[in-house]
């Protein structure tokens, strides 16, 4: 596990009453690794972590089902893998983390490389950037709305588990959130998790799968509790296909 990594867990209220179970490792920037894994075959992320020995991991991007493959823009060891990208125009405005041995970034897939080395994953949207929430759920302005026939809805509508990832200037964020469970964890609109990045002085944060694919391991234990449906609790975490692995220096 990195040194110095610190995990928090809060019990967060919202504005109308609902709480929500909200899991936060922050890491320290200086000489963080983050590198993209590709599941050929749909994994249990807490249990290829367990079967591995690997300690801090979170749920990926976005993946296709029949066949699976990822959904959105991926790079391995700068290749691109073969999957379904993003319908334009939103392919462009859409975030991507870029992470190379020197450097982790988190920027509109059109403001990064065209052909990046390293590892890129593309999801979305973006929730925070120069240190401001940018995400607004009226404007759509990366088409998860507009272009939601590519996903099962549109991911930005209502209160769900969620993931992201963050940068600030000396840390890297990790968080995910319960949800799905009445009168005990709410979950949070794509906004409220802005918010939750934002004041955790993030300059620049970006949403990652959500729903039942929410998955978070820290010390190679599953922190968030899974739920595919409303009141309806997995009976394990859901099979992935990319996930972002955490390594010290």
């Known amino acids: 596990?990195?040194?110095?990594?610190?995990?928090?867990?809060?019990?967060?209220?919202?504005?109308?009453?609902?709480?929500?179970?909200?899991?936060?490792?922050?890491?320290?920037?200086?000489?963080?690794?983050?590198?993209?894994?590709?599941?050929?075959?749909?994994?249990?992320?807490?249990?290829?972590?367990?079967?591995?020995?690997?300690?801090?991991?979170?749920?990926?991007?976005?993946?296709?089902?029949?066949?699976?493959r990822p959904l959105g823009e991926l790079w391995m060891a700068g290749r691109e893998v073969r999957g379904e990208r993003f319908h334009q125009p939103y392919g462009a405005v859409r975030p991507a983390l870029h992470?190379?041995?020197?450097?982790?970034?988190?920027?509109?897939?059109?403001?990064?490389?065209?052909?990046?080395?390293?590892d890129l994953l593309q999801a979305g949207p973006l929730l925070v950037d120069g240190g401001r929430v940018v995400f607004?759920?009226?404007?759509?302005?990366?088409?998860?709305?507009?272009a939601s026939e590519q996903f099962d809805s549109d991911i930005t509508a209502g209160r769900h588990p969620r993931a992201a990832i963050g940068i600030g200037g000396d840390h890297v964020t990790v968080v995910s959130c319960d949800g799905r469970r009445s009168l005990v964890d709410g979950g949070l609109t794509m906004l409220e998790l802005a918010e939750v990045m934002h004041g955790l002085e993030c300059d620049v944060a970006m949403n990652l799968d959500g729903g039942g694919s929410t998955t978070m391991v820290h010390r190679g234990h599953l922190l968030n509790r899974p739920y595919s449906e409303q009141d309806q609790a997995a009976p394990a975490s859901r099979p992935i296909v990319t996930a972002l692995l955490v390594h010290g220096p």
């Open 1 to 68: 596990m990195p040194e110095g990594a610190t995990y928090t867990l809060r019990r967060d209220r919202l504005q109308d009453g609902v709480e929500t179970t909200v899991y936060v490792v922050r890491y320290p920037r200086a000489g963080l690794r983050v590198a993209v894994r590709l599941f050929r075959q749909p994994r249990r992320l807490d249990h290829w972590c367990a079967k591995r020995s690997v300690a801090e991991a979170v749920v990926g991007g976005f993946y296709l089902r029949e066949p699976f």
């Open 136 to 146: 607004d759920p009226d404007a759509d302005a990366e088409g998860f709305r507009a």
């Open 99 to 118: 992470a190379t041995r020197a450097a982790l970034h988190i920027a509109r897939r059109d403001a990064l490389p065209e052909r990046p080395d390293g």
